[in-house]
């Protein structure tokens, strides 16, 4: 935020003119806070820029109200907190509004809420990307609105690329599904203007993105991606997979055991599914994210909580628990029974689902359990089952 204060203020992102803490060691990076770093004489955020670039009309309406990051230009943590909490709240209600648009395109109203509740309070979204400005927050809500034009066959190639753009510059982690999504956009395009309009839209926002960071850090790419020694793809994929999933800290089917519903689903109804590219879609969407994170030497992702960085993939579980969810609703032969014990173990799972995000909304000490001691230093917590993340706020270590 105090970047987009920078812009409004000076007309520039570098924050050189304000007053920001300086120290050493934990949360500081060659003497200042570990998210900022010296560039060609800028002080630069540096991480990726979508998500400030993004929210720079919310951060213009809040100082509008009084409420700035850097009164008298002197940074003050509380209010960049407030703000982040304000507008992430506030993109995360647009994006669960989304979701509910997309169930509504297949699915009755009551399941499309059950969808929209399901994915608001039972996710990371409430858990991770309600409570900060990540880019996750902006990333999922841009893919969804990408998912609900394909959902209602409306190609508008130069907003689908302008999505997917965005959607690269505030995660570019995610570029393998980008691509992948795009290439499944050129497929379904009607004609070869449309599909001329869709690559000349993609390079023209390419170009003038990369431009940008070229000029402002003579990179490509945030500074905080530009280190080999993040990835380690060969050695140890399949035990940081296992962390991924199973982790009682970070696991995904810890935290979502409601994602079990989708792929159950998906996998008992594939042959009869709706839509089903787009269920394949999803699936190959959702695949490389979590070879991506198997692929990261901190596969852990910091000071977390639960499995944040694979909240991109929520949107195309979304996705797949309404197309099998349509499937389960015109299965003739389902009886009353089957019906009955599919619908109750989807409530129970998502129920566990909420109770087990709920701390990360609600409750300081489950972010602090990443402090105490130091995950960075002490990764064998992760796999600590006396002492888990989720039951920090019963818990004094």
Wanted: hydrophobic letters at 55%; one cysteine or more.
């Amino acid at each position: 935020m105090l970047m987009d204060e920078a812009i409004l203020h000076h007309g520039t992102p570098n924050m050189i003119a304000y007053r920001v803490p300086r120290g050493s060691g934990n949360g500081f990076r060659d003497g200042y806070p570990w998210q900022l770093a010296m560039l060609k004489g800028r002080l630069l955020y540096m991480w990726p820029w979508g998500a400030p670039l993004l929210s720079l009309p919310a951060v213009a309406v809040l100082n509008a109200t009084g409420i700035e990051v850097a009164p008298k230009h002197v940074y003050d943590a509380a209010n960049e907190v407030r703000m982040q909490k304000i507008v992430s709240t506030f993109l995360c209600a647009i994006g669960v509004w989304l979701l509910y648009e997309i169930a509504i395109q297949f699915i009755p109203v009551g399941w499309s809420l059950a969808i929209a509740i399901g994915a608001g309070f039972g996710t990371q979204i409430w858990s991770s990307l309600s409570r900060s400005l990540w880019g996750q927050t902006w990333y999922v809500l841009i893919i969804s609105l990408a998912i609900l034009l394909l959902v209602r066959r409306n190609i508008r190639p130069v907003l689908l690329a302008t999505l997917l753009a965005w959607a690269a510059f505030v995660r570019p982690q995610a570029l393998p599904t980008i691509i992948i999504v795009g290439v499944y956009v050129l497929v379904k395009c009607d004609s070869n203007w449309s599909r001329a309009c869709y690559v000349a839209t993609g390079v023209l926002w390419s170009l003038t993105l990369a431009f940008m960071m070229l000029f402002f850090t003579d990179h490509l790419l945030a500074s905080a991606y530009r280190s080999t020694a993040l990835f380690a793809f060969r050695h140890g994929f399949l035990q940081r997979l296992d962390g991924i999933l199973f982790s009682p800290s970070r696991g995904l089917l810890i935290f979502m055991p409601i994602v079990l519903i989708p792929f159950y689903l998906t996998v008992r109804y594939w042959h009869v599914l709706p839509k089903r590219g787009l269920a394949v879609l999803a699936l190959a969407a959702i695949t490389p994210t979590i070879a991506m994170l198997a692929s990261y030497v901190i596969w852990w992702i910091g000071y977390n909580y639960g499995p944040r960085d694979l909240a991109d993939i929520v949107p195309w579980l979304v996705l797949l628990a309404i197309l099998g969810i349509r499937a389960f609703l015109d299965d003739p032969h389902l009886s009353m029974q089957e019906s009955s014990a599919v619908i109750s173990i989807a409530v129970v799972l998502l129920t566990i689902s909420i109770l087990m995000n709920a701390p990360g909304a609600l409750s300081a000490s489950a972010t602090k359990w990443n402090e105490v001691p130091p995950l960075e230093y002490h990764p064998e917590r992760l796999w600590d089952w006396e002492h888990p993340q989720w039951l920090a706020w019963t818990q004094s270590r």
